[in-house]
């Protein structure tokens, strides 16, 4: 009898923290934010910059969307696929090892097979990270963040990635 009720009591504890940690985890007012001209990321959570990481930003004749958008999905170890070809996860994959697909249908934020494209106008829209950093960044964002791709500075872009 006593053995039930510690089994019990056991499960109302584990079960009471999970519905907390689900409600500290949607608690958090999660955006990214993408300065198109500065080539750079800021993950800000509750009005704070957790991290900011460079970034390739899409070439003048394939352009990043600029708006507000949605993460969508996450991807690990990503197939690449376009007309005619598909490209299976590993080293030549051109999206790297992560993909975060954004609600502007074809468009994401992803790693690369082309390290040294990071801090240039080099992608088909997409918006590339190093795989180490776009790994990191996978880990803090979740599908129903805000995602922001700002193509002219403000005084709002200028604070985020100032001295950083």
Same mark, same amino acid.
């Given at each position: ?5 510690i ?12 519905a907390? !940690? ?10 990214? =934010?993408?300065?198109? +001209?500065? /080539? ?11 991290r *900011? ?5 899409? !070439? ?22 376009? +007309?005619g070809? *598909? ?22 934020? %992803?790693?690369?097979?082309?390290p040294?494209s990071?801090? %240039? !106008?080099?992608? %088909?829209?997409?918006?590339?990270? /190093?795989? $180490?950093?776009?790994? $990191? ?19 709002e =872009? ?5 001295? /950083?």
């Amino acid at each position: 009898m006593r053995t039930n009720r510690i089994i019990q009591t056991l499960t109302v504890i584990a079960v009471l923290g999970s519905a907390r !940690a689900r409600a500290d985890e949607t608690t958090v007012a999660r955006r990214i =934010v993408v300065s198109i +001209p500065d /080539r750079k990321l800021a993950v800000i959570e509750n009005d704070a910059v957790v991290r *900011v990481f460079n970034v390739a930003v899409g !070439a003048p004749e394939s352009p990043s969307p600029v708006g507000t958008f949605t993460v969508v999905n996450r991807v690990t170890n990503p197939t690449y696929y376009r +007309p005619g070809k *598909v490209i299976a996860p590993g080293t030549t994959n051109p999206v790297g090892t992560r993909w975060i697909g954004l609600s502007e249908k074809g468009f994401g934020i %992803h790693g690369t097979d082309d390290p040294k494209s990071i801090g %240039h !106008a080099r992608s %088909h829209g997409c918006i590339r990270l /190093r795989n $180490k950093d776009v790994e $990191k960044l996978f880990e803090l964002v979740r599908a129903g963040d805000v995602v922001e791709l700002r193509a002219e500075r403000t005084p709002e =872009v200028d604070a985020l990635f100032n001295d /950083r």
